[in-house]
Structures are given as C-alpha cells and as structure tokens.
C-alpha cells in the first residue's frame, strides 16, 4: 500500500488512519483515471474547477473543500476563492452555482512585502508543498484566527485539513486545492487524512492543474484570436468608420436570430438547437464576415455620391457653371456695347431678359445635377436622357483653350447611374470583397471546432434562388447559419444611419424591403418569418436604431410575411 508521511509545523506526524486496502486503491486509482479524462474534456473552467472539488471530496470522503486560484490584483499576487463546498453546512458557492463567495482575496504577502506565510493556504502556495494538519486547534505556526471565527458563527468544528499546490507540467502554482474534515466512512466522525489519500489528491491537483492550466491557454488563445479580429476590424474602420460600425453590429443581429432559431419549439427549425461552441462559431463567422474589405479602396467603400473618387466632382461641374454664367454676362456685356448709343430701351430689355433666362436655364441645370449626384433607389430614363442633354447641350473653354462638351463621358456615366451610387465596375470592386474574404479564412488552419467559418462568413452575399455572389448557391447548398448572417447583414445595412450616402431606413421600410427580397426568392423565407414573428427587428432596433427610426410597424402589410 502507499504511505507517505507528511509533518505538521509542530513536528507531529500525520496518523495514518483510513490506511486503504489493496481492492480500494485499485478502485480510487481506477476513479483517478476516470476523473483525468473528464479533466481532459472539459471546457468551462466553472465546471472544470468544481469537477476537481467534488472529485477531491468523493475520493478523501471530505466534508468541505476550497479551491483558490493565484492571481494578480493592483499589482499584487493574491489567492482568489473560486468555489466553495460545505457539506454539513450545505454551502456551495462558486463555480456554477453562481453564487458569489463574499470573502476576499487572500494576499500572499503583508503590508511590507514579507511572506505571508502564517496561512496555511499561502504557505502551501508560496512552497510548493502539501500540508496536512490533523487538528488545526492543536497545530502550532499557523493563523488559524478566520477559521475559528468561522466556526464560531457556524456552529461548525474545522478540524483536519490537507492543503495542496496545484502545479502545471512547468512547475509553476496556479492555485491550492484545500480540503476540510475528512470523515470515516461509518461512524462519519473526523479523522486525520490519511498518507494514501494524500497522494491520490497530490496526483488530482496535478492533473487538474496541467488541465487547468491548458483551459486558460485555450482561453487566452481565443482571446488573442478575436483581439487579432478586432484588429482588422479596426483597421477597416480606421479607413471606413462606416463598415466598423457595421463589422459590430451584425454579429449582434446575427446571434440574436441565432437563438431564436435555437429556440423554436415548433416549425421548420424544431430540431435546429446550437451548443456554446456553435454560438461561438457563429460569432467569429460573423466578426470576420466582411474582413476582405480591408482592401477595397476607401472611395468605393464611402462612396456618398455618384460623382465621388477621392472627392466629389461634383465641384468642378459647379466651377464650369459659374464659367458659363461668366461666358453669358460677358456676351451680354459685348452686346450692349456693339449697340448704337441710341438704341431703344427694349431692345437692351430684351437682352437682358435673354440673359436672366439664360442664367435660370444654366441654375436649374446646376440643381439637377446635384440632385442627381446624390443617388436615389430608382433614377428613371428620362431623368438619365436630361443627364445627357446637358452634358452635350452646354459648351465651355477649358485650360488649353478648347472649346469641349460639358460633361464628361465619365461623369455622363456616372451621372446616370439608375440606383445608387456605384457604377457597375464599383460594384464588382464591392463584390470582390466577400470573395476576398473567402480566401483569406480558406487559408488558415481552422479548428475543428471552428471548421465552418469560412462557410458561414462567405454565404451572405448568396441568394436562395443561386443568383447571389461569389459561388451562385442555393439555399439546399447553404447552411442556416450563413443565410441568418444574410438577413442580419441586409436588415443593418437597411437600417444603419452611419452611412454617408443614405439615410437610415425606419423599421417600417426595411422590413418592406426585406420581405420583397423574401418574395424574390433573394433570402430564407422561414428565416425571414421568424425575424418578423420574434420580433428580432424590434430587439435589435431597441439597441442600435434611433428613436425617429422605430416606428409602429403593422405587420400585415409587410410583404411575404406569414405568420404560420
């Protein structure tokens, strides 16, 4: 059988009482392992640490137990209380019970940095030790002051105590595992821990602490990740404010869908439910949806008006109007000076009638082009034919003395753009984007636990119908996901007021606009429902839209919603 000795710091030895047999140690060996491998598996660290404490407890029968983690707090190394268990006293706070443990964080040194190793807890952490106390009122060089007081308003007798480090494979104590009072199996009364158990919970807390240890690496991995996808996110929002406002509030709407999705007890999603690890996915899916703008030219991206590149042109087409109401007083001026000094006054009125309407013609001119320059959902053909007109009608004398049209074929072009801003070389370097950003999520080395991203960040430019963009799929081809991340990516940018070429919509227009897109066969029609019948609109609105937004939207005029 194993026996190790253990000293108190009174130089009394550890009765070796509840000495196990042959048969127990195999089966406690045999729970050790078991234990082990659920370490190994689990992800929560609430979970994972009172795994370990009620593992600790089962296998020494103790009545209560601690586990304090080391951390550092205004500079200062601490033992913090994660989870608490109590039998007798029924305490249990901590880890997932959520109940906070009030006590504060125990400090590893005092007022003038000296050790503070009158604690048992601290010297085990500061040591690296096991410590293995029979009976705390007996045992001599430690503070047992908080216990006892602890005692004194519970009624309850803290007696023996085993406090061991818990140590990673490098060696380093991330924390002390501290059980209280074991009990024998049939009388239940307190006896010391015995050498056996001591060594089963010294191979526990090492075990836990390597899978501790790997929980918070994991953790801190994924924190280093998303603040690696922040980054980029900022990096597009320092270029375009607009696309970083957008960057974060999709994944917002996108998990809001997502767990009303989840929880549809009835329908076409009735068997849909998404674990934390599906919620997480989705999240980092819809962070990094649009992280190939990184590259798409700012003026593209933040195009406000349709003669717009690195600044609006539409200053320069000012410039020549006020050229040609030059031209027009300056042929006025020619005029009345050829004229015979006794002209007849009405031959002078007339020019000068001839040029007031000359130069209403040329302001009425210049008002429409800056209307038109704005962009609009619809630019009807003979509004487009009036474009033209005054880009061949009207003449000026540029620099070198030419006399050439108006308008450019260019600013003609885009001029006449029929909805919107972006001619349609502009929208093919919008489109670019997600194809952009497809292969730049291909090509990095996903977890398994992360495998899907690429699919669910890369489908929210695709239609049901196969028409949408980069890969032409349909809605048998995608997943629910990503035609959720489709809806939340078009209901924001419907919405969003923090765009410079358009207003935000009310809820009434866009969800209008989204259920004609539904009728189109453009996005998930029963994606759709939901987002009408959950009021996801309404939630999401409640957050990010602005009080003039949200109006009182009747949800049977909305087009294709079906409440069923």
Known sequence: MIYHSSESRNGGAINNMNVLNADDLLQLLSELNSIGIALSEERDTSRLLETILLAAKSITNADGGTIYLKMEEQGKQVLKFEIMHTDTLNIAMGGTTGIPIPFPPIQLTDRNGNPNSSMVVVHAALNGKTINIADAYTAEGYDFTGTRNFDKETGYRSKSFLTVPMK????????????????????????????????????????????????????????????????????????????????????????????????????????????????????????????????????????????????????????????????????????????????????????????????????????????????????????????????????????????????????????????????????????????????????????????????????????????????????????????????????????????PYKKGKTLTESLRILGKLKLGNHIDPDLFDLFIREKIYLDYARQFLDPDQIDEVDESQIPGFSRE
């Open 168 to 499: 990673n494979h490098e060696g380093t104590i991330i924390g002390v595992l501290q059980l209280i009072n074991a009990l024998e199996k049939q009388a239940r009364t307190i006896i010391p821990f015995s050498a056996d158990y001591q060594q089963l919970v010294e191979s526990l807390a090492s075990q836990a602490a390597i899978a501790l240890t790997n929980q918070q690496l994991i953790q801190q991995l994924e924190s280093l990740f998303e603040s690696l996808i922040n980054l980029i996110n900022a990096a597009i929002d320092h270029k375009s404010p607009y696309t970083g406002g957008h960057c974060e509030r999709v994944p917002t709407l996108s998990r809001m869908l997502a767990d009303a999705v989840d929880r549809a007890a009835y329908g076409p999603f009735k068997d849909f439910r998404m674990s934390e690890t599906d919620r997480y996915e989705l999240k980092i899916a819809s962070l990094l949806h649009d992280c190939g703008k990184i590259s798409t030219p700012v003026h593209v991206v933040d195009k406000a008006t349709k003669l717009e590149t690195i600044f609006d042109r539409i200053h320069m087409i000012d410039t020549r109007f006020e050229v040609l109401k030059r031209d027009a007083e300056i042929e006025l001026l020619k005029a009345k000076l050829d004229l015979a000094p006794n002209t007849a006054s009405e031959i002078i009125m007339k020019l000068d009638e001839r040029f007031r309407m000359r130069i209403s013609q040329i302001e009425a001119d210049r008002e429409f082009l800056r209307e038109c320059n704005q962009g609009s959902e619809f630019m009807a053909p003979e509004l487009q034919e009036r474009v033209k007109r005054i880009g061949a009608g009207y003449t000026w004398q540029n620099g070198d003395g030419e006399r050439v049209s108006f308008l450019t074929s260019n600013e003609i072009y885009n001029l006449t753009i029929k909805a919107g801003t972006l001619t349609t070389e502009e929208r093919e370097i919008i489109n670019e984007h997600i194809s952009l950003t497809i292969k730049m999520l291909e090509s990095l080395p996903w977890p398994k636990h992360l495998r899907n991203v690429p699919e669910y960040a890369g489908g929210h430019h695709e239609r049901m119908d196969g028409k949408g963009y980069p890969r032409g799929l349909t809605r048998e081809q995608m997943s629910i996901q990503a035609r959720l991340m489709g809806i939340a990516d078009i209901f924001e940018a419907l919405t969003a007021a923090d765009r």
